[in-house]
């Protein structure tokens, strides 16, 4: 049987760096897929007949990557997802756009506007899903997610189910070491002979993870309240695979538990955060999306 990593390359989720370890893995069996359109529009069926026409393929990379992803008798996909604070990622998109040689709409607002000019932009354009619970839509939802019907506690579920899965592995970003060390070791099990290493890309800066958290909560202090309403579920999740990244030996991947952690305790992680969002997230969540024009119009130095 074929085994075949699918990273799902979410934006400003360490998804270079970890790219990175696979080109230098597996060399011409990995492909950083870059035609996102066929992706969005072909979903299963064209990743299916592109993996068949490569049968040297072993590892593939997509900002795109469909969900669901193909089933085959001839291969199995292993999909791979790192996932981050999304108050921390809202600027690490923005520093990264500010200073990427681009001509995309993102790269020219964050080139052009302030931190808040450029948030109020997002919104005032339509542009905010990359910056609203972005990532449980990306791995939850079926790459269908819009303005009108935003991701929601559905495809928080989804994320979770989908962490559960035998052979899906999560990551996270600021455990990006530990979470290394771990699929290191998931992939063994397929890839034996390979040795996996990685070195870091694409800084936006060197500080640590707490201090890139206080900085990105101060400066986006004016529209904290609205962004962390717009991402609650993006947080839920963050929250369910950090969790488990805090208990020691806990891997994850699928739902083997190792002798010291018990499938209740699992359980009561995904169902705390499940809770957790049933009780306070939703209100919360179609209140503020209604509204985001007026929170914003008044911005302390945010330019009318």
Not at 69 to 75: C, G, N, R, T
Not at 93 to 114: H, L, M
Request: proline letters at 5%.
């Amino acid at each position: 049987m074929r085994y075949l990593i699918t990273h799902g390359h979410i934006f400003k989720n360490a998804g270079s760096t970890f790219d990175d370890s696979l080109q230098n893995a597996f060399a011409e069996a990995f492909y950083d897929h870059r035609d996102d359109a066929a992706m969005l529009s072909g979903g299963a069926k064209y990743l299916n007949k592109l993996i068949l026409s490569r049968p040297d393929l072993l590892a593939l990379s997509s900002h795109h990557l469909c969900n669901p992803l193909p089933i085959s008798d001839e291969y199995v996909c292993l999909p791979v997802y790192f996932i981050r604070h999304p108050i921390e990622r809202i600027l690490s998109v923005y520093s990264f756009e500010r200073k990427q040689n681009a001509d995309t709409p993102g790269a020219i607002a964050a080139a052009k506007y302030s931190l808040l000019d450029y948030i109020k932009w997002r919104f005032d354009s339509q542009r905010h899903l990359v910056i609203s619970n972005y990532q449980v839509a990306y791995i939850g939802a079926q790459h269908q997610i819009t303005l009108q019907k935003p991701a929601g506690l559905k495809e928080l579920k989804a994320c979770i189910a989908k962490h559960q899965q035998e052979n899906c592995f999560f990551g996270v970003v600021d455990e990006f070491g530990k979470s290394f060390s771990k699929f290191r070791s998931y992939v063994k099990e397929y890839f034996p002979d390979i040795e996996f290493n990685y070195k870091i890309q694409n800084v936006t800066s060197a500080d640590s993870y707490g201090d890139k958290l206080v900085n990105a909560t101060r400066q986006l202090e004016p529209v904290l309240d609205l962004l962390y309403s717009m991402n609650t579920y993006d947080l839920a999740l963050y929250d369910y695979i950090k969790a488990l990244y805090s208990i020691d030996d806990t891997p994850s991947v699928g739902p083997v538990i190792e002798p010291d952690v018990s499938q209740q305790q699992i359980d009561a992680l995904s169902m705390e955060s499940i809770e957790i969002t049933n009780e306070n997230l939703e209100s919360s969540v179609s209140r503020e999306i209604g509204k985001p024009k007026e929170i914003l119009t008044n911005l302390p130095g945010a330019s009318k």
